[in-house]
C-alpha cells in the first residue's frame, strides 16, 4: 500500500461521500513524513499489540500493520469503518472495530497510536491511561492540552490535566506538529506527544474507587487553584453530599500530615494523591 498524500485523501472521501465531521474531529492526516515521524516516536518492536483510536482512513494502520503483531483500530464512522474493513481484509494481525472508544469494551494492548479527536481528548485520557498499568501512548492533540501536560512551572497552563496525566503517566516528548499536515486543516495548533507509564505508581490506585475519588476530587479543587487548600477542599465537599467536613477538620487532618495550608497550584505532583488519600474513606 502506498502511503496517500493529500489529493489522495480527498479523493477516497469523495468516493465515500464523507465530508469530515468536525464534531468527530475529523482531520485526516495528508503528508506521510508526520506518518513516519508518529511511527519512529513509537518505537515499534515485533510484539507491540497496538490500540488505534480513529484510525480514519487508516494512513497510519497501513504503515504499521508490516511491523507490529496486532492493531486494534476503534473507528466511530460506520462508513470509515466498511471502508477498513475492506481495506485490511487481507491482513489477519489488524482488527477494525465499529464504536466509540468512550462506550466500547478495550482489548488488551500496550500501546495506543492516535491522532486523538480533539473534543473528546479529556475523556480518553481518563479512561485508557489513568489506571496501574497504563499503555505506552503516542498522541497527537492540541497544542494548548499538550502545554498543560509538560509542566513548565508555568502557573496559568497548570490544571487537573496536568496533575492527572502525570500522576500516572511520564510525559517524554512533546513536538509541534504543522495544521497543514491535515485534510481539513484544523483551526487549533496540534502537538504530537509521547506518555510512558511511571515506574512507580502509588498502590493507592490499586482499585478503581480510589482512582474515582482522585480524579473528583482533582477536578473539585482544581477551579480554586489560587486559594489555599483547605478553602478547595471545603468547597469541594460542600458539593459532595454523602461527605462532609468541617473546615477545622480539614486543616486538622492537612496539619497532622505535615502538610502545610498553602495555595492548591504549590504542591508537588504526588502531594496530590497523598492529599486525596487523607480524605478517601
Ligand atoms: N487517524 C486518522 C484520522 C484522524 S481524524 C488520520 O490521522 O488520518 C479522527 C478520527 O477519529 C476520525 O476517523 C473519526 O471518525 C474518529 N472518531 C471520532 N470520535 C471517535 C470516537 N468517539 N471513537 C472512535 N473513533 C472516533
Known amino acids: 500500500m502506498n502511503p496517500m498524500n493529500r489529493r489522495e485523501v480527498e479523493l477516497i472521501l469523495k468516493n465515500l461521500?464523507?465530508?469530515?465531521?468536525k464534531k468527530l474531529g475529523q482531520n485526516f492526516l495528508t503528508d506521510k513524513n508526520i506518518t513516519k515521524k508518529i511511527i519512529s516516536v513509537s518505537e515499534i518492536s515485533q510484539?507491540?499489540?497496538?490500540?488505534?483510536?480513529?484510525?480514519?482512513?487508516?494512513?497510519?494502520?497501513q504503515e504499521l500493520v508490516n511491523l507490529v503483531k496486532k492493531i486494534y483500530a476503534i473507528?466511530?464512522?460506520?462508513?470509515?469503518?466498511?471502508?477498513?474493513?475492506?481495506?485490511?481484509?487481507?491482513?489477519?494481525?489488524?482488527?477494525i472495530i465499529h464504536g466509540d472508544i468512550l462506550k466500547v469494551e478495550i482489548p488488551k494492548h500496550n500501546k495506543v497510536i492516535s491522532n486523538i479527536p480533539y473534543t473528546i481528548t479529556g475523556s480518553i485520557l481518563d479512561k485508557i491511561f489513568f489506571r496501574i498499568?497504563?499503555?505506552?501512548?503516542?498522541?497527537?492533540?492540541?497544542?494548548?492540552?499538550?502545554d498543560r501536560i509538560f509542566l513548565s512551572g508555568d502557573y496559568k497552563n497548570f490544571s487537573r490535566i496536568s496533575i492527572n496525566v502525570n500522576t500516572f503517566m511520564k510525559?517524554?516528548?512533546?513536538?509541534s506538529i504543522s495544521r497543514n499536515s491535515?485534510?481539513?486543516?484544523?483551526?487549533i495548533a496540534l502537538s504530537l506527544i509521547k506518555l510512558i507509564p511511571r515506574d512507580k505508581i502509588n498502590p493507592f490506585f490499586l482499585e478503581k474507587e480510589p482512582i474515582d475519588f482522585f480524579l473528583k476530587f482533582i477536578s473539585g479543587i482544581m477551579p480554586y487553584k489560587n486559594r489555599n487548600i483547605a478553602n478547595a477542599i471545603e468547597l469541594f465537599f460542600k458539593t459532595q453530599k454523602d461527605i462532609q467536613y468541617t473546615k477545622e477538620d480539614i486543616l486538622l487532618i492537612l496539619q497532622k500530615n505535615n502538610y502545610e495550608n498553602k495555595k492548591v497550584f504549590n504542591f508537588e505532583i504526588d502531594d496530590y494523591t497523598e492529599i486525596s488519600k487523607l480524605f478517601y474513606s
Open 182 to 187: 491535515f485534510y481539513p486543516i484544523p483551526k
Open 171 to 175: 510525559p517524554v516528548l512533546k513536538s
Open 47 to 61: 510484539n507491540d499489540i497496538i490500540l488505534e483510536i480513529g484510525p480514519g482512513l487508516g494512513i497510519i494502520t
Open 17 to 21: 461521500n464523507i465530508k469530515p465531521n
Open 133 to 146: 498499568n497504563s499503555p505506552v501512548g503516542i498522541l497527537t492533540i492540541e497544542k494548548s492540552i499538550a
Open 75 to 95: 473507528e466511530i464512522d460506520h462508513r470509515l469503518y466498511s471502508y477498513l474493513n475492506d481495506k485490511f481484509s487481507t491482513y489477519d494481525n489488524v482488527e
